[in-house]
């Protein structure tokens, strides 16, 4: 439903607004990821930031966890796609895994090279090396580029140009749909309801959740 503002009668999509529940949830644990229950859920499912892409539920699975699950991957994975790393000294941001250049992934824009990085799971801050107080890029590779792939390998070294890390800042999760950067329920509605509304089916096998976060 619209909301008053926009000729609405103001009642919540209850749909939308337990997506923006459940996604609370997830960006708590992509937030803390060192707490117990977070190292307990990446323990057994694996890092709940790629899940949504990567991933399909077990039917053993909780019906807990196939809801946040299904969330994820609803709406062209309108969570995924809206929240993004904002680089520090790049020690827990995954070089070619995570979203960290302009919201994309080194391992979609270069699949080809992804295949014969030294380390796939690498970090941002181990492509490079300090030289007094600059910042170099050096990506490593298991062998010397083919001569098909330079062109490749070029146009990776001029995304990377210009970008600096910093080693006094810790890297951060930032979601895009709010200027600071910060989660909220609200505002997650708030873009869902502008973006989704009305054009997902309702699945019947989502369980709501009628506790708040």
Same mark, same amino acid.
Request: aromatic share 16%; with cysteine; glycine share 8%.
């Given at each position: ?35 117990m ?11 709940? %930031? ?46 070619? !895994?995570?979203?960290?250049i ?6 979609d ?21 300090? !030289? ?16 098909? %792939? ?7 070294? %001029? ?8 080693s006094?800042?810790?890297d ?13 329920v609200? /505002?997650?509605? /708030? ?7 009305? !054009? ?14």
């Amino acid at each position: 439903c619209k909301s008053k503002d926009e000729g609405g009668l103001g009642i919540k999509d209850v749909r939308l607004f337990n997506w923006a529940l459940l996604g609370k949830w997830v960006w708590r644990c992509m937030l803390y990821p060192s707490t117990m229950w977070a190292k307990v859920l990446q323990g057994r499912y694996g890092r709940i %930031e790629s899940f949504s892409k990567t991933s399909n539920v077990d039917r053993r699975d909780s019906w807990w966890w196939k809801d946040i699950v299904w969330v994820l991957q609803q709406g062209n994975f309108w969570l995924d796609e809206k929240i993004d790393r904002c680089i520090g000294d790049g020690t827990s941001t995954r070089f070619w !895994e995570d979203k960290w250049i302009g919201g994309l992934r080194l391992l979609d824009v270069f699949p080809r090279l992804y295949s014969f990085a030294f380390d796939p799971l690498s970090m941002v801050g181990h492509n490079g090396n300090w !030289e007094g107080s600059t910042w170099l890029w050096q990506v490593k590779w298991r062998r010397e580029p083919f001569v098909h %792939e330079v062109g490749s390998v070029n146009s990776l070294l %001029e995304m990377l140009q210009g970008l600096q890390i910093f080693s006094s800042k810790q890297d951060q999760w930032r979601w895009i749909c709010d200027k600071d950067g910060v989660f909220s329920v609200k /505002s997650a509605y /708030s873009w869902l309801q502008r973006s989704l509304g009305g !054009e997902l089916s309702y699945s019947s096998d989502f369980h709501l959740v009628i506790k708040s976060l």
